[in-house]
């Protein structure tokens, strides 16, 4: 979604291959002007003040509201959901991006601008699946060849790989690999026993759905800085 926002205007042709219609919450991503700029650099508090009033935002609204069914925050996010995809106008196009689960059952993409750029002529959406990646392009299930000078990889990641494929040695010989053999597991999601040294930001467990994975990396960190003083006896 976002990659198709930044370089639409910039190609001459842009093909999406879509595996799962998402739904899309539209909002505003203006930039930060140079007055605001020079304002954060000669008084951080008034940056630490926007970030905190964002992130006590984004806790007490949605953050809440995406583990309660019957919120009705959840709702009125459904509402934007659905009225931000009510701009798609061809309705061909709107009911083939429309997802079948209520909004925020998978993470919530957001987005200031995908419905205007998937709408643009030089855009196609192709919903048929893949049958495999030639010389020339990506040939789809109906015998489709799209021509492609350049193919763009975001199909999501593996999960369980973490630190993979990194070979991990910890005290006494045991190998990373042989610990987690039956499933990724750590004290925290940041530190694992007999890896006295290796500590991890977002491990096992600690990337959540609908929260900020910036926030809950900086609560890990700050754990983790704490391990670090103690063990240099800070």
């Not at 701009?87 to 009911?95: I, Y």
């Not at 930001?201 to 910036?214: A, C």
Request: net charge negative.
């Amino acid at each position: 979604v976002q990659i198709v926002g930044s370089i639409v205007g910039r190609v001459g042709e842009l093909h999406l291959f879509q595996r799962t219609p998402q739904w899309v919450l539209g909002a505003p991503n203006a930039p930060i002007t140079p007055e605001e700029q020079a304002t954060y650099r000669e008084d951080p508090a008034t940056m630490r003040a926007v970030r905190d009033e964002l992130s006590k935002t984004f806790t007490e609204n949605f953050a809440n509201a995406v583990v309660n069914a019957d919120s009705p925050i959840l709702e009125m996010l459904e509402n934007l959901c659905r009225m931000n995809l009510e701009t798609v106008e061809d309705p061909e196009l709107r009911e083939r991006l429309r997802p079948s689960y209520r909004a925020a059952c998978k993470r919530l993409v957001i987005s200031p601008n995908f419905y205007q750029a998937i709408q643009q002529p030089n855009a196609q959406l192709v919903t048929e699946g893949i049958e495999r990646i030639e010389a020339g392009g990506v040939r789809t299930r109906d015998g489709q060849l799209h021509e492609l000078d350049v193919l763009v990889l975001a199909t999501g990641f593996r999960v369980d790989r973490f630190m993979r494929p990194i070979h991990v040695i910890g005290r006494d010989g045991v190998d990373l690999d042989d610990v987690w053999a039956q499933g990724p597991s750590a004290y925290l999601a940041v530190s694992i026993p007999d890896f006295p040294n290796l500590f991890m930001l977002n491990g096992p467990n600690g990337p959540v759905g609908n929260f900020s994975l910036i926030e809950v990396a900086e609560m890990q960190f700050a754990y983790i800085m704490q391990l670090i003083e103690a063990a240099a006896g800070g």
